[in-house]
């Protein structure tokens, strides 16, 4: 197994084990702090973020791995067709080599599948547990419970989203830079300003004494 599929690997395994974390029923106080915590993380959106550039190259693997599989496919049937008991014979070597190559991309076919496939499953119950847990605080808070009506339930919400958070900073980050190039701008426009000042005064003294 190369390198790249390696990580596939490691990444299904990784998928496995947060889909187990995701069914082990836990209290709703524990879970909402994790989920808080997942929401509101600036490191989490990050690895989100880097998540989803991964799984654009699983999918070219994915659909590399099914080329593949196609054509060994066109192989194997052209080796079918093979009538001549001693051409047959002859080709024996290939043709075990075209089922070897059969078996290594329909592996990759169902491991970079199976990757992506999990991983659409892991987003969408990560999304039903956020709305079960806003449904249960609101119904804590119809009921006068004190739990639900607490600030951490809040951050639940879309808004408190760490991807969110992160694209705000950003946007700060941007005003920032361009507050200081203006500020910069502003002092070149100042310096060249009073160096046309000290020119003109030095090359009109007359005017200055009349003034």
């Known amino acids: 197994m190369t390198l790249y599929y390696s990580l596939v690997f490691a990444l299904l395994v990784l ?13 709703h106080s524990i879970k909402r702090k994790m989920f808080n915590f997942i929401s509101e993380s600036v490191i989490v959106a990050k690895l989100q973020y880097g998540l989803k550039i991964t799984f654009i190259f699983i999918t070219i693997l994915f659909a590399d791995s099914v080329n593949r599989v196609y054509r060994v496919q066109l192989e194997m049937a052209a080796f079918g067709k093979q009538s001549n008991a001693a051409a047959a014979a002859a080709m024996g070597t ?46 804590m808070r119809y009921e006068g ?8 339930s809040e951050k639940l919400g879309p808004r408190y989203r760490a991807d969110e958070i992160g694209q705000l900073k950003k946007q700060l980050e941007h005003e920032k830079q361009d507050k200081e190039n203006l500020k910069k701008q502003a002092e070149s426009l100042q310096r060249e300003y009073d160096d046309l ?15």
């Open 94 to 139: 290939d043709r075990m080599e075209v089922q070897a190559r059969k078996f290594y991309s329909q592996r990759n076919m169902y491991l970079t599948g199976f990757t992506l496939f999990l991983s659409l499953i892991l987003n969408r119950m990560y999304l039903m547990i956020l709305d079960q847990l806003r449904i249960e605080d609101k119904l």
């Open 15 to 27: 998928e496995m084990a947060l889909f187990v974390t995701l069914i082990i029923p836990l209290p």
């Open 197 to 211: 000042s000290a020119k003109f005064n030095q090359t009109n003294p007359g005017d200055k004494k009349g003034n």
């Open 145 to 152: 419970n004190p739990a639900g009506s607490s600030k951490e």
